[in-house]
Structure formats: C-alpha cells, structure tokens
C-alpha cells in the first residue's frame, strides 16, 4: 500500500514494541489490517473511474488486485487465529467509514493522493506496531505492506503532474495536508477505543504521541519525495 521505504522507521521518537501481545490483541490488529485492504481494493476500483483515460484506469484497477489479494491472506491468518474475519473487522467499520465520507477524491489526482499518502499513514502505524509480534504474524504484516503497485504508480502519476503544471501543487498540498490530519485523528480514535491495540502500541513505555509524531514525520517525507509542500 505503500513505498518500499519506510519513513516512519527514521525517528528521534522510539515507540518500543509491546512483549507477547495476546492472541485477542493479535486478532484486532490483524482485522483492522484487513479491513483497510479490503476497502483499499474497493476504493482504488470505484476511482479508477475518475482516471483521464482507459491506460490509466486499468493500471489502477490491477493495482487493486493486490490489495484484494493482501485481504485473502489476513483473512486466512485470522481464521488460523480461530477468529472469523468478518467478526474480527466488524469493530472498526465505522472509523474507516468516517474516514472515506471525510476524504472523498474529486477528481483523479485526489485519489492518487489519497492512494500514495493516505493509505501510507496506515502502513507506517502497522510497520510500528507489528514489531512485537511473535515471527509468524510480523512477517505477515511486513508481506502485506510490501506491496506497492498501486503507490508506486500514484507517486510516479503525481510527480508527472506537479511537473507539467505546478499550479496544481497548491490544491494538491493541501489535500495531501487534510488526508494525514483525518488518517491520524482516525488512527488515534482507533487506539483510544481499543484497550489491546493500546497495548501493543504503548509497549514498554511508549506513547501513542509518540507514534503520532512519527507517523507524521513520515507523511512530510513522502510528500517532498512527490513534489508537494508541506
């Protein structure tokens, strides 16, 4: 969902890893991961509409199938877990619900955005707290979010745009702005409400503004990497 590189992991602010999260704790982190990929393919297929040309549609609607993809193996761990998948995203339908209603693309450049710096908020808060898992669920989450088809091509797209009409990096900046603003409140929610996820988050003495600061340090790297301002 997001570039291979990982911003967020450069920070002055360590968030350290919670030690042997519980199977339930394990559980709710893999079933928000898999509802945000889950909706990421619905998404990307809905805005490839809005794509200037049929090239450019397609790209996006295949980019898609890797997101769709990422959900079949969450899901599959899940009911490894003996969990239903179902049951297991349930509780943060509405949080992304919330998010999506607030963040709706008007065009075909805010979805790229969207796809590039919006659902990169969510890996980078994934990369920090998978990172006291035991091997089996870490490695799955780092799988997951390795795959970048589709933030790949909206940052090559934006770049490609910002460079033929700068007067766009205006609108797109302050998008890019109210995306991360949104992304975070959400992700804050999220943790406030969820007893386990804070635990994996807070770990042995870290905070969630901590995790809040970097995962912000992170989106202002990516949007300089595409041209926009912070």
Do not use: C
Request: hydrophobic share 45%; glycine share 8%.
């Amino acid at each position: 969902m997001s570039e291979t590189t990982d911003p967020a992991a450069q920070s002055d602010d360590p968030v350290p890893a919670a030690t042997a999260p519980s199977r339930e704790a394990v559980i709710d982190l893999l079933g928000l991961l898999a509802l945000g990929e889950l909706l990421a393919f619905e998404r990307m297929v809905y805005d490839a509409r809005l794509a200037p040309d049929l090239g450019r549609r397609a790209a996006l609607s295949e980019a898609a199938v890797g997101e769709i993809r990422n959900y079949r193996l969450l899901a599959d761990r899940l009911q490894e877990l003996g969990a239903d998948p179902g049951e297991a995203m349930a509780p943060f339908k509405e949080a992304f619900r919330s998010f999506d209603a607030s963040t709706s693309p008007r065009d075909w450049l805010e979805a790229l955005v969207k796809v590039y710096l919006g659902d990169a908020v969510a890996d980078d808060f994934f990369r920090v707290v998978s990172a006291g898992l035991d091997d089996k669920d870490r490695l799955l989450i780092e799988s997951v979010l390795a795959e970048t088809g589709a933030s790949d091509l909206a940052a090559d797209e934006i770049r490609a745009a910002v460079e033929a009409d700068p007067a766009v990096t205006g609108r797109l900046s302050l998008w890019a702005r109210r995306l991360v603003g949104e992304g975070i409140n959400r992700a804050q929610g999220v943790a406030a409400a969820n007893e386990r996820l804070t635990a994996i988050i807070v770990g042995d003495g870290g905070t969630l503004d901590a995790l809040l600061r970097r995962l912000t340090r992170a989106h202002q790297d990516r949007m300089k990497s595409v041209g926009l301002n912070n």
